[in-house]
């Protein structure tokens, strides 16, 4: 998914949206305690598959270092194949709304990237999907069903370098089986801190939450308990998520080396993404009483859904900061440069298409404010003020 300015990346924490939905269809009720899911053996064999470092991901043993999931050149290098095997996912297809327009976008970059993905390099493979979200928003994901998927907002506000070095970190996501794996460590290794944190948080919100008028009541004293185990097992859910978007960083600068992209045009991509993020990052920073779940007082009473006042009442982070990100390319350039290939013109079909399809769609220009506009959602309403919950820009968020 996007992440705000540090580029795009999976879709986010699918076990988590339906943990939220769960919590969403009780909430209210008083009823306590979800039933977790039962264990499959496909979803422990792909979280074990996903630990160490070669993988990109980790088991638990292996977390714990604050720099833990970023590479070094070294790493890098131990990024092969290119393209693993496909994993099902182990959870069910659950699509967003995908319009039926946009067809000229969606058959040029399906082919595309098709044609990218059946590269000598890039065995074996995937069968690419591409979609588009008619939404204003920025974002970008893979969902674990090799479908890559692209908002409205992001074809109108990024141009065909960017792009393309979005779309190859995509490719990257799913060519590591990156959902599966991170589905996978969460229902299966974190599974026993998991269901206690969601037990626990749906009995907060069936006690502070009325479904049917949306209104929410702030209880200080339980809210604190449950956030202390929110935040003792969210590190450990960053880790792997920040190690799976370092992975696709890295390589999606080689998937676009394999197609005659340069090093150089794959950095200044992904920098003039991380820039347009900044950009609205700083259109957003609006002064309010309410900027995070610290403001809120006991007994403050809201409006909202459940899934907007959960992501503010426990945020997760998900992505290397920009810093981090940029200080990696530049250590492991040597790395993912090796795999450029000057001869392929894949790179110069790209620039032309994407040029000439956007154009011919009239999605050419875009205004900041409207973008940022677009980019928060002021769903909660505390005291008669709009309290802003921010879509991820995503690779990061």
Known sequence: MLKGPAGFAEKPFVHFFLRIITILAVAGSGAVGCKPPAKKSSQKDGARASSGQAGGSMDATSLGSPDRYLFNADAARTISPLVDAYQKPGYKDDPETYSSEFGPFRTFSEKFLNDVMALEDLTPGRKIEVEVMDADYLNAFADGFQRVVVTLGALRAVEAVPMLAVV?????????????????????????????????????????????????????????????????????????????????DILGGMICGELGMPPEDYERGHREFMTLGDQLDAQNSKPGR?????????GDVGQGTVSDLFQLLFPRDSHPSNAERDAQLKRTRDVYAAHFDKTRQLYKDWLREYERTTKGMGLTGFDLRELSRAQSKSSIVFDGEAVEIFRPTSCGR
């Open 168 to 248: 190859c970190h995509e490719l990257a996501h799913s060519s590591k089986n990156h959902s599966q794996k991170r589905v996978a460590y969460e229902e299966v290794e974190l599974k026993a801190e998991t269901d206690v944190f969601y037990n626990e948080a749906e009995a907060y919100f069936g006690k502070t939450y009325d479904k049917a008028k949306k209104r929410y009541k702030h209880d200080l004293a339980a809210y604190t308990q449950v956030r202390k185990l929110w935040d003792a097992l969210t590190p450990r859910l960053a880790e792997v998520s920040k190690r799976n978007e370092s992975e696709a």
């Open 290 to 298: 309410i900027r995070s779940a610290a403001d809120l007082k006991d």
